[in-house]
């Protein structure tokens, strides 16, 4: 069975602060997304990788990092968090070997920045 | 014009009835669909890919209508548990996919 993991499910930051989102997977899967999800808005890709070291700036990634160290992990960081960063956070993750493959989801992390 | 658009809902139907969703997609270079369902408070998970020559699984049939630029999904003898919010998921480009807002659906006994 597929596990993404996300290492908060609530999280509330103050403006200005730095928060890092993690993100781990199980499967050895070569690519990785991170989504953010707001009502009427659907989710909106942020960055995604598809290797180790590597990432690809998604349709939304003003405000927002990545970093991609070892395979199974996938971190988005927030430099200055604003309150227009409030919103449901979601990773992904999909093994290569075509231009699509389904991609699991993590549970989500809720963010709140005051 | 958003990529792909769908009709929000709610939509509420008794148990047992059938109930269609349309989502309309802007490019026409797109090359694969699919819906996702996604549960109140939880991410979403594929529900099935939508092929040229339409597809069933089970209870669900997607169709695609590529003249039209759009792509349904009809679920038939509804049950309780279908409720949830269904995601049109329409593939651009290399793990571009781009997601519809959803459409919720309510099942009542």
């Known amino acids: 069975d597929v596990k993404v993991t996300q290492s908060s499910r609530y999280l509330v930051k103050r403006t200005g602060e730095k928060v890092f989102l993690e993100c781990v997977q199980d499967m050895d899967h070569e690519n990785m997304f991170w989504y953010r999800q707001d009502p009427g808005l659907g989710l909106r890709l942020i960055y995604f990788?598809?290797?180790?070291?590597?990432?690809e700036k998604g349709d939304i990634p003003e405000g927002y990092s990545v970093s991609r160290e070892k395979k199974e992990r996938f971190s988005l960081i927030l430099e200055s968090a604003s309150t227009n960063q409030t919103s449901m956070y979601l990773c992904?993750?999909?093994?290569?070997?075509?231009?699509?493959?389904?991609?699991?989801f993590g549970p989500g992390t809720r963010l709140t920045v005051l | 014009r958003k990529e792909v658009e769908q009709d929000p809902g709610p939509f509420n139907v008794p148990e047992g009835a059938t109930v269609a969703f349309n989502c309309t997609y802007s490019?026409?270079?797109?090359?694969?669909f699919f819906w996702y369902r996604q549960d109140c408070r939880k991410e979403p998970k594929l529900l099935m890919s939508v092929y040229s020559s339409g597809n069933e699984d089970g209870r669900f049939t997607a169709q695609l209508n590529r003249a039209s630029q759009y792509i349904s999904l009809l679920i038939r003898d509804s049950k309780l548990s279908d409720s949830a919010t269904y995601l049109c998921v329409v593939i651009t480009g290399f793990q571009k996919l781009v997601f519809g807002t959803g459409t919720r659906l309510l099942v009542s006994p």
């Open positions: 990788s598809y290797d180790v070291k590597m990432k």
């Open positions: 992904a993750s999909s093994p290569s070997g075509s231009d699509y493959n389904e991609q699991f």
């Open positions: 490019n026409s270079a797109s090359q694969s």
